[in-house]
């Protein structure tokens, strides 16, 4: 089966990315090294190409309600213009994917759902649809194929968008510029004459934006924001430093954190399921998890002494048993030290909890930590 | 991006470099292959004293994404290991044939140096 290219391929090649199979997908895990081009995120600004991932646009009378038993999290909160973080969750409450939800306008909503899911979530949505009373009021259609995406993060992320779009926003929240948008905000602005989506969210823990539009307007905007960029420090960065900034801050990635036998409330992430509204896939058996008590809960861990970092699916060890696996894990380039996420019993979730984690078959001494890891210099 | 290969040493088809100098041969990798690991965060190292078979895997080099194998390049028993490397993994890619060094050998057959690449064969391998 061959592997799928993004409209960014030939860009990433001209500046020398390494390019890996990421999920069926050619996609630059680095260009000029992980550490630098994470360390450039946090203290500058940097491009992702992440039109790998999917774009659902659902709209029509009944597509509030639909979304609304399809997702953890409260949609009739966002006005429009407004995205929330939320799950699609199966009937056990286990996780189908994690989302973003935007609301464009009155009966217009766009998820920008995961690259490695798209056609399982396409394939959920679409048998839910079917059962759902009201399918003749929902249009569900998969604009992956048609756009694109990508993401400017880091401190100086803000300037840069302001000098990309001369303003104001052509959607509902008619902010003047980006920068006027708040977290989790978005706006529709005009590159040249090409509709643009920029919504104020991002995978990073930093100040940041996502820009949604159809393939074609892609190239030219990342090789307009690489210009206007250099004034701003702006590098490309790979998927290597993606996985670096978010285990930072201790996002889930599908597949890690989150699969179809996990929830969010054993992930940690029970704040964007509102098990207060009416119903939806899986409200019963999350509502029993949070009330008993999930049987297993995501730790964020530190290693304290000299060690290899520690990856994915390396065993986690207490009291000389083991007592889970982590899911993630890397050399942290902001602290310097060894950092990871993993699923272990309730009892030993509490911070400051000793561990140990197993790298090649020795055993090296790691802390739980409250999460982030990673937390921003005041 | 070309990288150095000296003249002095002879290179293993898994990157590893030998400098022999009477009797006892000093191993670590390539500068090629410190590019292609870029930031090195960790190198694993065997202990002194532990022979090793020409072609067994002895090391271990992690860059944030990787951990790499070494394997050895020759026969013989370990008489040192870089102590530096703990603090400072990064010397393998800055000077990937000096500091950067990871462990010195007894060789037990010097005539195994043979069967490994000259510099210009190395070279014709990394840039084939």
């Known amino acids: 089966m061959s592997l799928k290219r993004t409209p960014l391929f030939t860009s990433h090649q001209q500046a020398g990315a390494r390019i890996v199979d990421f999920g069926g997908w050619e996609m630059p895990v680095q260009y000029t090294g992980i550490v630098a081009e994470h360390k450039c995120v946090r203290e500058a600004v940097g491009i992702f190409d992440i039109s790998h991932m999917g774009e659902v646009r659902i709209a029509g009378a009944a597509a509030k309600t639909f979304l609304n038993h399809l997702l953890t999290n409260d949609i009739e909160k966002l006005f429009p213009g407004q995205g929330q973080y939320t799950i699609m969750c199966n009937e056990t409450g286990g996780a189908v994917d994690d989302l973003y939800a935007y609301r464009i306008d009155a009966m217009e909503y766009l998820l920008v759902i995961n690259a490695s899911r798209i056609d399982e979530d396409m394939a959920w949505m679409e048998k839910q649809l079917k059962a759902f009373p009201q399918a003749d009021q929902v249009k569900l259609e998969n604009l992956s194929d048609q756009m694109g995406a990508v993401a400017i993060q880091g401190p100086n992320s803000a300037a840069l968008l302001d000098q990309l779009f001369q303003g104001p926003s052509i959607a509902e929240t008619h902010p003047d510029r980006p920068s006027e948008l708040e977290k989790n905000e978005l706006g529709k602005f005009l590159l040249s004459t090409d509709e643009v989506i920029v919504s104020r969210t991002g995978y990073t823990g930093e100040d940041g934006f996502e820009v949604v539009a159809a393939n074609d307007v892609i190239v030219p905007f990342w090789e307009k924001a690489l210009a206007l960029g250099v004034a701003h420090g702006l590098q490309p960065i790979g998927l290597g430093a993606r996985d670096t900034l978010r285990t930072e801050m201790c996002y889930p990635l599908y597949g890690h954190e989150l699969d179809e036998s996990t929830s969010p409330i054993e992930a940690g992430i029970g704040f964007f399921v509102a098990l207060d509204k009416e119903c939806f896939n899986g409200k019963e058996a999350m509502a029993q998890q949070k009330a008993e008590g999930p049987t297993k809960k995501l730790i964020a861990f530190k290693m304290t002494g000299k060690s290899a970092p520690p990856r994915p699916h390396y065993p986690i060890y207490a009291g000389g048993e083991k007592i889970g696996e982590t899911t993630s894990g890397t050399l942290s380039p902001s602290l310097n030290n060894g950092v990871g996420l993993g699923f272990v019993p309730p009892e030993f979730a509490k911070a400051d909890t000793e561990i140990e984690i197993e790298i090649r078959n020795r055993r090296f001494p790691a802390v739980t930590v409250r999460k982030p890891i990673y937390k921003k210099p005041s | ?128």
Request: aromatic share 8%; charged share 25%.
């Open chain 2, 1 to 128: 991006m070309s990288s150095k290969v000296p003249e002095d040493l002879r290179f293993a088809e898994s990157h590893e470099w030998l400098r022999i100098e009477d009797g006892i041969g000093t191993v670590g990798i390539s500068d090629h292959a410190q590019q292609e690991l870029t930031d090195i965060v960790f190198v694993e190292l065997p202990e002194v004293g532990r022979q090793l078979a020409a072609g067994e895997a002895c090391a271990v080099v992690e860059s944030v994404k990787t951990a790499s194998d070494i394997y050895s390049p020759a026969s013989g028993e370990i008489t040192a290991v870089n102590p530096d490397l703990d603090a400072d993994p990064a010397n393998v890619n800055t000077d990937a044939y000096g500091a950067g060094w990871f462990f010195k050998l007894k060789l037990s057959d010097e005539s195994e140096a043979e069967k490994l690449k000259s510099p210009a064969d190395y070279k014709a391998q990394i840039e084939g």
